[in-house]
């Protein structure tokens, strides 16, 4: 397993952007295909986006498909999330976890979890 820490959430306007980053330890960061959940109150969580190990697979939700984007940085064991044109609907926590292999859409296939970042869009 690898340990995963979430920063950049935070309270933004409708219509706005943030970027999330997920900084992980470890030395063996690229056998891990990475991926973007999200848990609103009373909700489940939900899958967001994941990116193969190499970066050179994306997958998207429908519901963030063309507004949020999903990448990685090998070198520096970072994956982040662009998220612009945010809605009220995108409120949640957000959580990034890891997957050692290939992308799976199932929260229950993956193996670290972080311990999440609000983020928060008003009206």
């Known amino acids: 397993q690898v340990q995963l820490v979430e920063s950049g959430g935070g309270l933004v306007q409708a219509g706005g952007s943030l970027r999330l980053s997920c900084a992980a330890s470890?030395?063996?960061?690229?056998?891990?295909?990475m991926g973007w959940f999200r848990q609103a109150p009373g909700k489940e969580r939900e899958f967001v986006s994941a990116?193969?190990?190499?970066?050179?697979?994306?997958t998207y939700a429908d519901s963030v498909k063309g507004r949020f984007t999903i990448s990685r940085d090998n070198a520096e064991n970072l994956v982040y999330l662009q998220m612009n044109s945010l809605k009220p609907e995108d409120t949640a926590v957000y959580y990034c976890?890891?997957?050692?292999?290939?992308?799976?859409?199932?929260?229950?296939?993956?193996?670290?979890w972080g311990q999440g970042t609000q983020v928060t869009v008003s009206s």
């Open positions: 990116i193969s190990r190499s970066g050179g697979s994306t």
């Open positions: 976890a890891a997957r050692y292999g290939l992308i799976r859409y199932n929260r229950n296939e993956y193996d670290s």
């Open positions: 470890g030395r063996t960061f690229s056998n891990y295909a």
